[in-house]
Structures are given as C-alpha cells and as structure tokens.
C-alpha cells in the first residue's frame, strides 16, 4: 500500500484561517479539493469515506472547512451562510491557490468534488479559474445555484444524483445543459445523502474513475530526504477587502 503523506494545514482568507487536512500518496501527481455544502465541514463522515477511496486510487486530496468555529455556529441557527455560494466560492478559490503555493502540490492537476451547495461553489470556482480545474465531480450536488456561470465552467463535470433524489435530479439535468462538458449518474434507488447500502461506494468509484479519466492518477515521485514527510507553509494573507 502507497505511503500517505497527512498533514492538517491552515489557508489564510480575509483575516480568518480555515482549516484543513492535505493527504497525498507517494505517488500521487493530483489533488483532489474537497467543497462541502448543507452545514458540514471537513469532518463529514460522507466526504472522508470518498477522500480516502480516491486517495487508494492515488489522488491527494484536501478537505477544509469553508466556514470558521463562529460561523458555523451563527449558520446552525440561521442556515443562510451554507446558501452564499459566493463566499463559499471565495473560500474554496483561497484554498485553491494554496495548492498552487504548497512545495507538495504545486505542480499537481487539480480536480474539484463538490457536495450540495458545495458544488454550486465549486462550479463557481471552475468558472472564475478557467483552465486551472482539470475535472469536477458532484454528489447530490445544488448546481442550478451557480447561476449565469455555470455556461463559463469548461473543465469536465460529472454530476452524481441518487435514482430516488427526483428534486435534485431534475436540477442536475437541467444544469447539465447549460454545461460545456457534462454527464448526468444516477445512482439507483438512493436518497439524497446516498445513506443506502452500496450507495456511497458507487460516488466514490464513479469519481475516481471520471478523476482518473480526465486528471490520471499517480506517477513515481521521488522522496525528499525525511522520506517524503511534508510540512505545508503557510499560504500568503490576501489583505481583506
């Protein structure tokens, strides 16, 4: 089994730091970065349980949170922070540079895997960075919420639904249309958070293989002298608006 490379790293936006957790394979020559969505967070049991699927198929993978402490907190009570798919679209852009920044991703492919209002924000940011995203996957994701711009997303899109999500099904076929590059999955008779046995591991192979298709996977990588072991700096702080 490939040696995993795990650190938690901090990506600096607007004054706040976000958290996350950066693992990449020896081997990997990819990373794969995380958007979730719905008042989840890095900690989403759903998300991990795909990282670390697309992780043994030799990608990295970052997972972060794109709200701080407080404001999960406030969008617990409130649930209007999980909806501004802007901000969550800036968030996700910051972490994005970091990967261009960090020694142990920068030469990397990037893909994006986006859950719920997650993947609004993440076809946002394929949008604002044309020719930065090499593929994007969605799980039951919300992408009739990127609006206008889902037209100026170019990278590959895979928008995974479950057979029994009718709702969210429909808006995921109606906002493939107004992609350059996208397919329809439909996983049979799951829900909404794919909580049917089997459901969730047919997300993840369906997503390494379309991350596979468009981003390859991993490549022999030479280890630095501790044997690989990696510590991210600390991306530059973006003076806040």
Do not use: C, Y
């Not at 920068?106 to 593929?135: E, N, W």
């Not at 329809?184 to 997503?207: C, D, N, Y």
């Amino acid at each position: 089994m490939a040696q995993l490379m795990s650190e938690p790293v901090s990506i600096a936006f607007d004054g706040h730091a976000l958290a996350g957790d950066l693992v990449i394979p020896e081997a990997a020559r990819s990373v794969v970065l995380f958007a979730h969505g719905s008042g989840s967070s890095r900690h989403s049991g759903r998300n991990r349980s795909v990282a670390e699927a697309l992780q043994g198929a030799g990608f990295g993978t970052l997972l972060m949170d794109l709200l701080t402490e407080d404001e999960a907190h406030l969008d617990q009570r409130t649930q209007h922070l999980r909806f501004d798919i802007d901000l969550l679209a800036g968030r996700l852009g910051a972490a994005l540079d970091a990967l261009g920044e960090w020694d142990a991703t920068r030469s990397m492919g990037v893909g994006l895997f986006g859950a719920s209002t997650g993947a609004a924000a993440a076809l946002k940011v394929a949008a604002r960075r044309d020719g930065r995203i090499g593929a994007l996957v969605s799980r039951g994701g919300r992408p009739d919420l990127g609006g206008a711009e889902l037209s100026d997303v170019r990278a590959p899109t895979l928008l995974i639904v479950g057979g029994s999500d009718r709702e969210v099904l429909n808006l995921n076929r109606q906002a493939a249309e107004m992609l350059t590059s996208a397919r329809v999955e439909i996983v049979p008779r799951a829900t909404h958070l794919f909580e049917e046995p089997g459901a969730l591991e047919q997300v993840s192979s369906l997503a390494a293989g379309f991350f596979k298709e468009h981003l390859g996977a991993s490549v022999p990588r030479p280890t630095g002298p501790d044997g690989g072991h990696f510590k991210p700096p600390e991306p530059r702080r973006r003076p806040p608006r």
